[in-house]
């Protein structure tokens, strides 16, 4: 019931209110590939990707595959112009046949290098 008013307030942009129990409810359930992977959708919205790339890779940590933790941990190091790292995400997801969210990132990537 937790995780359903936490994704609740996030839906609503209480997104500080939601990364609080999120952050609640990973401590309590550290192996909760949900809660850590809505954590990092939080700080993505809070505009902390740095934080977003912390709870995507404990995300990762339990469940190395989880499609979503990836794309968030690769759009956290976009956002954080950490090319190689994004890249490395990107391979991830194009080798686990994560179509949409590769190819979004995949443009993004481009982008984000073209400007530099």
Do not use: I
Not at 4 to 20: D, K, M, P, S, T
Not at 84 to 95: G, N, S, T, V, Y
């Amino acid at each position: 019931m937790v995780a359903e008013r936490a994704y609740a307030l996030y839906l609503q942009g209480f997104h500080r209110e939601a990364a609080v129990l999120f952050e609640g409810l990973t401590a309590v359930d550290p192996r909760n590939v949900y809660c850590h992977d809505a954590l990092a959708a939080t700080y993505l919205a809070m505009g902390q990707p740095q934080q977003a790339v912390v709870a995507a890779t404990n995300a990762l940590r339990v469940e190395p595959n989880h499609a979503d933790s990836r794309a968030r941990r690769c759009e956290a190091y976009l956002q954080l112009q950490m090319f190689a790292q994004a890249r490395q995400d990107l391979e991830a997801l194009r080798l686990n046949r994560a179509g949409a969210q590769y190819s979004r990132l995949q443009l993004r990537l481009q982008n984000a290098t073209a400007l530099r």
